[in-house]
């Protein structure tokens, strides 16, 4: 059974898949700018840095249009964009096929795409410009400007920080949120609802979701006296010339160069009929921009706070790209082998095969995009991928491929098979009753009537079940709308639809007699009981 922790939703697919269980990490004192000791002859930094030189980039480099055509030649994804920076230069942009197959107009370098989860790299920079105001800390509490924010526990609520959020650390179980998002709640409902989830290992567990950062951002946001959107227009966007970087999915929509997200349907590629909306989750998930744009970001990480007169300070940004919790999985699957992956505040921070730091994130939406950005620090060097189809691993498997010959000189493994499993085996139709016939000997329900009513729920709302058309008809949130098919006795079945569900997602509802009203597809962590 495929379950919600293995979807794409808008979420995350770590580039190094080899992390152990996370465990709680307090961020270290900064250092002053001078207190990192030099490199020695030890260091596996300087033998990893001295195999990267201006051939094995310009190598890989060289390779990226050959990489481009024979992943799109592979998955079929409709257009890509590149971008590279190195030494402070834009050294490579460019776009491949089209933004719209209805349409057949080109990508170009300047062709905006949704970024998906990126956008939580870019909003922490967001937050670092705002530590340099002096509008808060990475270790202001959440609620001091945002006091109606609040999680089940009081005192994790009084203590909660924003770099708590921006690491995924505050207990909240993966993806928190995202299933209130999906049937129709704004920003304001879903932040109001988190206060009935369960909270598990605060500070002392990594459960990577899109609600989290976006309480973060709206507290920033607050502190500011400004939107989120105008915030981050205003402290990143502007500064950098990133004319054509939002916050707001309606500029997306409104911009002529605009690449369409597009997804398979009966293997079959098509521009995606209702395009993926992520306001309510915009910090996380909501921008949109172009490589052009994103090499100029890009550029700025990777000065990290150089310079005279530095858009971001260095003692703002390094927090966030410095593992400040690690990532991975249960220990009962974890080897001894395995490196450790390590989240900062809003990046991936990673350590490649060679030795050298890796900064990186990735973004997805099953309704047409697959975004990544991979930044080696060390070597001042950055590729940033942008594709219009559904997230299947593309954008991660060409730009593990340029990172290993600009390392090395040649690839290391076949990324973009390696990629396109992991996203193959997540979309995976859901349920348990996915693919199944409905029973020869199947009982029948009882008699329609006897299952109307309303079902209670603290963090969903009310679930309504109603006859209609000889029919029952669910109604859950502002948007959840599905018919009810008889399956056996009182176990029906619905198909959920949109960004969260894969495609063939089959769920049960289950009435029981002493009341209550389980749906399967929402009941992952024992949240999808209803009572009447």
């Not at 402070?88 to 933004?99: D, K, M, N, Q, S």
């Not at 942008?386 to 691993?393: F, I, K, R, T």
Request: charged share 20%; with cysteine; net charge negative.
């Amino acid at each position: 059974m495929s379950t919600r922790a293995t979807r794409i939703a808008a979420g995350l697919i770590p580039v190094l898949l080899l992390a152990p269980l996370a465990s709680g990490c307090t961020p270290d004192a900064l250092p002053a700018a001078d207190a990192s000791p030099a490199p020695v002859a030890t260091d596996p930094r300087v033998d990893a840095l001295a195999s990267v030189t201006d051939a094995t980039i310009d190598a890989a480099v060289a390779d990226i249009d050959a990489s481009v055509r024979a992943a799109m030649d592979a998955t079929g994804t409709p257009g890509v964009a590149v971008a590279v920076v190195h030494g402070g230069e834009t050294v490579f942009a460019r776009g491949y096929g089209v933004r719209n197959l209805d349409t057949a107009e080109p990508v170009d370098e300047n062709t905006v795409f949704a970024m998906a989860s990126v956008s939580k790299s870019i909003g922490a920079t967001v937050v670092a410009r705002a530590i340099d105001e002096g509008l808060i800390t990475w270790d202001t509490p959440v609620q001091k400007n945002l006091p109606s924010f609040a999680l089940s526990d009081p005192w994790v609520s009084e203590n909660l920080t924003i770099a708590d959020l921006y690491a995924h650390r505050s207990g909240l179980y993966e993806h928190a949120g995202d299933d209130l998002e999906e049937i129709g709640y704004d920003r304001a409902a879903v932040l109001q609802r988190l206060r009935a989830v369960p909270l598990e290992g605060f500070r002392s567990t990594y459960a990577y979701g899109n609600f989290d950062i976006t309480a973060a951002a709206e507290s920033v946001a607050a502190a500011a006296g400004e939107d989120w959107a105008d915030l981050s227009e205003r402290l990143i966007y502007g500064p950098l010339g990133m004319d054509d970087t939002s916050s707001r999915f309606d500029d997306l929509a409104g911009r002529e160069n605009r690449a369409m997200g597009h997804q398979r349907v009966d293997g079959t590629w098509l521009v995606t009929p209702e395009q993926r909306r992520p306001d309510a989750q915009s910090p996380a998930g909501g921008v949109s921009s172009s490589v052009t744009d994103m090499a100029r970001w890009m550029t700025m990480v990777l000065a990290a706070g150089a310079g005279d007169d530095p858009l971001v300070s260095r003692a703002a940004l390094l927090p966030a790209v410095t593992p400040q919790i690690m990532t991975g999985r249960d220990p009962a699957q974890s080897t001894m082998d395995q490196r450790a992956g390590f989240y900062g505040y809003g990046f991936n921070v990673t350590t490649t095969a060679g030795g050298l730091v890796d900064v990186n994130h990735s973004g997805a939406f099953r309704l047409g995009t697959g975004t990544t950005v991979k930044m080696l620090p060390a070597a001042d060097l950055g590729i940033v991928v942008l594709s219009d189809g559904e997230a299947n691993g593309v954008a991660e498997g060409i730009a593990g491929r340029f990172a290993d010959i600009a390392q090395y000189g040649a690839p290391r493994q076949d990324w973009l098979a390696l990629y396109m499993n992991v996203f193959a085996q997540m979309a995976q139709p859901m349920g348990e009753l996915a693919g199944e016939e409905r029973p020869a000997d199947a009982a029948p329900p009882a008699a329609l009537e006897d299952y109307a009513g309303v079902y209670r729920n603290d963090y969903f709302g009310d679930a309504t079940v109603r006859v209609q058309d000889g029919a029952l008809q669910l109604a859950l949130g502002p948007t959840g709308r599905w018919t009810l098919s008889p399956w056996d006795g009182d176990v029906f079945t619905f198909a959920p639809t949109g960004e969260n569900a894969t495609e063939g997602t089959v769920s049960q509802a289950t009435f029981g007699a002493d009341g209550t009203l389980v749906l399967e597809y929402f009941d992952e962590h024992g949240m999808g009981t209803f009572r009447r």
